[in-house]
């Protein structure tokens, strides 16, 4: 059975920084792709950022560039999200996502495998 866990998500002020996690079990994690999204209300769910095995292949959205780092630990099946410098409209709930098919994170296709979110909340 695969397995993705976000977590790390919590209350932050603005300026703030929080580091996301994602645990990866079931599925060879080397072999997949690996991305970050997230969804607030009202909004379609986004592309924040995503990295392929080896790191050969990272892009994230324009909103979070310069701001938000993505990384992966292929020894401990783990996908991070460093998010730094926090806005109020970087709360959202945040989801971490697999696939084999880079081009899917690319288009928008639809990806094999998600967790079930952690919250971020940036607020004074």
């Known amino acids: 059975q695969v397995q993705l866990i976000e977590s790390g998500g919590g209350l932050v002020q603005p300026g703030g920084s929080l580091r996301l996690s994602c645990t990866v079990s079931?599925?060879?994690?080397?072999?997949?792709?690996l991305g970050w999204f997230r969804q607030s209300p009202g909004n379609d769910r986004e592309l924040v950022a995503y990295r392929s095995p080896a790191g050969h292949f990272t892009s994230y959205s324009a909103s979070v560039k310069d701001r938000f780092t993505i990384s992966r630990d292929n020894a401990k099946n783990t996908l991070y999200l460093q998010m730094n410098n926090l806005k109020s409209e970087d709360t959202a709930i945040y989801y971490c996502?697999?696939?084999?098919?880079?081009?899917?994170?690319?288009?928008?296709?639809?990806?094999?495998?998600w967790g079930q979110g952690t919250q971020v909340t940036v607020s004074s």
């Open positions: 996502a697999a696939d084999k098919d880079l081009s899917r994170f690319r288009t928008g296709g639809r990806l094999s495998y």
């Open positions: 079931g599925l060879a994690f080397d072999d997949y792709h």
